[in-house]
């Protein structure tokens, strides 16, 4: 039984890039998240990855085309990374859990979204500077989630080297706290 269905795909009949892959991602109650891809040629959908856990989702988004995140009904948040490149098809089928966190109340709504009105680059000022070296903690992609308890939420995308820095600042908070 699907219980969500998302997609990235522009609803545009002017689409630049007719080679890029419409891809959608469906949350099925009993078999996690499955992938599928649309072929406008024959008008029909393939599913192309999924997850083998048993996650019974209760939400689901797509973060990116290869990235999604889903809620499950134990008050879990997971994240799967889709593996297009890959060499083998057994690994391209199958979604890989690259996070899992337990939130502790069930999500019944994932939505692109920011909880600050309108977007700011960064400026000098945002700069952190600390022995003699600085980076601009940039993110990427905002996710709303409301629970079934009332509760709001947000999940930022960093990249790489805004997680390595927070991360070492995590590591060092630990030691003195």
Do not use: H
């Amino acid at each position: 039984m699907s219980l969500v269905v998302k997609s990235l795909a522009q609803f545009n009949e002017n689409y630049e890039n007719p080679n890029k892959e419409q891809l959608a991602i469906i949350g099925d109650m009993m078999r996690s998240i499955s992938v599928v891809k649309y072929f406008p040629e024959f008008q029909t959908l393939e599913e192309i990855a999924r997850d083998f856990n048993q996650f019974w989702v209760t939400s689901a988004e797509m973060l990116t085309d290869d990235i999604y995140i889903g809620a499950e009904n134990f008050n879990g948040i997971f994240v799967l990374k889709r593996n297009p490149g890959a060499a083998s098809e057994e690994v391209r089928c199958r979604l890989d859990v690259i996070g899992m966190f337990n939130l502790g109340e069930m999500v019944n709504k994932f939505m692109k979204g920011s909880l600050v009105s309108g977007t700011k680059s960064p400026s000098p000022s945002d700069q952190v500077s600390t022995l003699n070296v600085s980076f601009t903690p940039t993110t990427g992609s905002e996710t709303l989630f409301g629970t079934v308890d009332g509760s709001l939420g947000s999940v930022i995308g960093l990249n790489p080297v805004t997680t390595t820095v927070l991360a070492a600042l995590e590591r060092a908070m630990t030691k003195v706290v």
